[in-house]
T-cell receptor
């Protein structure tokens, strides 16, 4: 089945230690998104790629970076995780067009110790 | 700041009772999307409303888009335990950029059997 896959599902990192979360998709969608969702809150858009074009939200901290080496894969790099970065990180994809509904992956829960 | 307001934040119902969540925007929306997130899960697209005054039904779920395209509602008739989760409305054109989802804060529905 076509889907959005996130690895790992759970990630523990130390304060200040760089961490990379990965997302892959078999939907062949041209847009990929990264969201941060903290407990009992709505997902918050961090950035997205429209094909190879990177679009950063104005309030996304510089500590967060992203890479999209090809259509199928997208990575979220957190250069120096702080305790406040502990959250669920959701990857989503969509195909630009009339409907552009987003398909979310299962998420990676990041713990910072 | 938050562009899409959603109420109530929580709703507890007895199985079989109806449930409604409301979404309001300070600006006119091009369209609006609704997502459901089960506990421990990821957001799943339910529907997109585009036309002024539009009403769409999915089994026991009824979605409405206001005449002024500034408000929307989701109504569930005769709730079941499978309806448990958080329901989010979302503006998919945040900042004028197609596909940039800005979520309402969500309504968390619990259903007592």
């Amino acid at each position: 089945d076509a889907m959005v896959i996130q690895n790992p599902r759970y990630q523990v990192t130390q304060f200040g230690k760089p961490v990379t979360l990965s997302c892959s998709q078999t939907l062949n969608h041209n847009v990929m998104y990264w969201y941060q969702q903290k407990s009992s809150q709505a997902p918050k858009l961090l950035f997205h790629y429209y094909d190879k074009d990177f679009n950063n939200e104005a309030d996304t901290p510089d500590n967060f970076q992203s890479r999209r080496p090809n259509t199928s894969f997208c990575f979220l790099d957190i250069r120096s995780p702080g305790l406040g970065d502990a959250a669920m990180y959701l990857c989503a994809t969509s195909r630009m067009g009339v409907r552009y509904e987003q398909y979310f992956g299962p998420g990676t829960r990041l713990t910072v110790t | 700041g938050q562009q899409v307001m959603q109420i109530p934040q929580y709703q507890h119902v007895q199985e079989g009772e109806d449930f409604t969540t409301y979404c309001n925007s300070s600006t006119t929306l091009s369209n609006i999307q609704w997502y459901k997130q089960r506990p421990g899960g990821h957001p799943v697209f339910l529907i997109q409303l585009v036309k002024s005054g539009e009403v769409k039904k999915q089994k026991r779920l009824t979605f409405q888009f206001g005449e002024a395209k500034k408000n929307s509602s989701l109504h569930i008739t005769a709730t079941q335990t499978t309806d448990v989760g958080t329901y989010f409305c979302a503006d998919p054109n945040y900042g004028g950029s197609q596909g940039n989802l800005i979520f309402g804060k969500g309504t968390k529905l619990s259903v007592k059997p």
